[in-house]
C-alpha cells in the first residue's frame, strides 16, 4: 500500500521541523536538538513508507512540540503577557493557533492512514 497524499501532507511538515533543527543545532553545537532533527526526519520517512514503527513516534512528535508550545506560552504569561491591547494578544496568538492545528491535523491524518492500513491488510 502506498501513502496518500495526506499523508506526504502530514510527514512534509515533520520532515521540514527536522531539517531546521538539524541546521540550527550544528553551529551552536546542541547535540538534543541534532538528535531530534534527525529522528524526525526519519519519522518523516517511516510516514511515507507507511512503517509500523512511525506511527508512535509521530504521535511523540506532535504531543512533544504542542507540549512545548504551551510551555512557552506559560513563559510568557508569567514575563507579562497578554499586551494592554486585546487585538495585539488575538494576532500573537494566530501563528501558534495555526501550529496547533497542524500538529492535531497532522496526528489524525497518521491515525487514518494507518487505520486504513491495517484494514487492507
Given at each position: 500500500?502506498?501513502?496518500?497524499?495526506?499523508?506526504?501532507?502530514?510527514?512534509?511538515?515533520?520532515?521540514?521541523?527536522?531539517?531546521?533543527a538539524l541546521w540550527m543545532s550544528v553551529p551552536h553545537g546542541?547535540?538534543?536538538?541534532?538528535?531530534?532533527?534527525?529522528?524526525?526526519l526519519v519519522t518523516a520517512g517511516g510516514l511515507v513508507l507507511?512503517?509500523?514503527?512511525?506511527?508512535?513516534?509521530?504521535?511523540?512528535?506532535?504531543?512533544?512540540?504542542?507540549?512545548?508550545?504551551?510551555?512557552?506560552?506559560?513563559?510568557?504569561?508569567?514575563?507579562?503577557?497578554?499586551?494592554?491591547?486585546?487585538?495585539?494578544?488575538?494576532?500573537?496568538?494566530v501563528p501558534g493557533a495555526l501550529f496547533l492545528v497542524v500538529?492535531?491535523?497532522?496526528?489524525?491524518?497518521?491515525?487514518?492512514?494507518?487505520?486504513?492500513?491495517?484494514?487492507?491488510?
Amino acid at each position: 500500500m502506498r501513502a496518500s497524499w495526506t499523508m506526504l501532507l502530514a510527514a512534509g511538515p515533520l520532515a521540514l521541523w527536522g531539517a531546521w533543527a538539524l541546521w540550527m543545532s550544528v553551529p551552536h553545537g546542541q547535540w538534543l536538538t541534532r538528535v531530534l532533527g534527525g529522528l524526525a526526519l526519519v519519522t518523516a520517512g517511516g510516514l511515507v513508507l507507511l512503517t509500523a514503527w512511525a506511527r508512535p513516534l509521530a504521535y511523540s512528535f506532535a504531543a512533544g512540540l504542542v507540549i512545548s508550545w504551551f510551555y512557552a506560552v506559560g513563559q510568557v504569561i508569567w514575563h507579562g503577557w497578554p499586551y494592554a491591547d486585546w487585538l495585539g494578544t488575538v494576532l500573537s496568538l494566530v501563528p501558534g493557533a495555526l501550529f496547533l492545528v497542524v500538529c492535531a491535523g497532522g496526528a489524525w491524518v497518521v491515525h487514518r492512514q494507518y487505520r486504513r492500513r491495517v484494514r487492507e491488510t
